[in-house]
T-cell receptor, first 115, second 118 residues
Framework: GENVEQHPSTLSVQEGDSAVIKCTYSDSASNYFPWYKQELGKRPQLIIDIRSNVGEKKDQRIAVTLNKTAKHFSLHITETQPEDSAVYFCAASSRAAGNTGKLIFGQGTTLQVKP | DTAVSQTPKYLVTQMGNDKSIKCEQNLGHDTMYWYKQDSKKFLKIMFSYNNKELIINETVPNRFSPKSPDKAHLNLHINSLELGDSAVYFC?????????????????FGPGTRLTVL
């Protein structure tokens, strides 16, 4: 079945440093890859997404890269700030899922940005 | 105004009881989802409805029964609650773009319902 692996499970960086979170997916038919941020006690919120016809997308301090051949995608956060501290989830969705929009989530990465 | 709302926010109950969680969205979306987030933060899809039709039904015990009276509402009823049902349950919604066939769209999550079974 579909599977999304996410690494690392925890990541601690100094304020101002960069953070990188990596995900791999198993279903080669996957064509949509969103990233969600979940602050403590809050709901997951979309921060950036990428579709399979694009290799890279950037939005201010965050960027996502996609390597379809290797079936992996990564989230890059530059100039990290304490408010970036949260759990980050990658996800993948496949057209093979019968047009349902079904998202398979990675296990999550707890990012801590130290002031 | 809250885009996706859930009630109740907290639910504490005894094993064996039956409980319901309600979800409403005012975004005009046509697809709604239920997710379970366990103590390890893992998010797993349970059900999804599109225009009141069940389109995703994962391997979930049949004690869990979703109901969608209309496009804006998706409820979750749980019978004979067990200790392992303790989790945070999130409702989410999205919009299919039938014209462009872009069915992979952003999902907006509700605030979650923390269920504790004693």
């Amino acid at each position: 079945g579909e599977n999304v692996e996410q690494h690392p499970s925890t990541l601690s960086v100094q304020e101002g440093d960069s953070a990188v979170i990596k995900c791999t997916y198993s279903d080669s038919a996957s064509n949509y890859f969103p990233w969600y941020k979940q602050e403590l006690g809050k709901r997951p919120q979309l921060i950036i997404d990428i579709r399979s016809n694009v290799g890279e997308k950037k939005d201010q301090r965050i960027a996502v890269t996609l390597n379809k051949t290797a079936k992996h995608f990564s989230l890059h956060i530059t100039e990290t700030q304490p408010e970036d501290s949260a759990v980050y989830f990658c996800a993948a969705s496949s057209r093979a899922a019968g047009n349902t929009g079904k998202l398979i989530f990675g296990q999550g990465t707890t990012l801590q940005v130290k002031p | 105004d809250t885009a996706v709302s859930q009630t109740p926010k907290y639910l504490v109950t005894q094993m064996g009881n039956d409980k319901s969680i309600k979800c409403e969205q005012n975004l005009g979306h046509d697809t709604m989802y239920w997710y379970k987030q366990d103590s390890k933060k893992f998010l797993k899809i349970m059900f999804s409805y599109n225009n009141k039709e069940l389109i995703i039904n994962e391997t979930v015990p049949n004690r869990f029964s979703p109901k969608s009276p209309d496009k804006a509402h998706l409820n979750l009823h749980i019978n004979s609650l067990e200790l392992g049902d303790s989790a945070v349950y999130f409702c989410a919604s999205s919009l299919w773009d039938d014209i462009k066939g872009r069915y992979n769209r952003e999902q907006f999550f509700g605030p979650g319902t923390r269920l504790t079974v004693l």
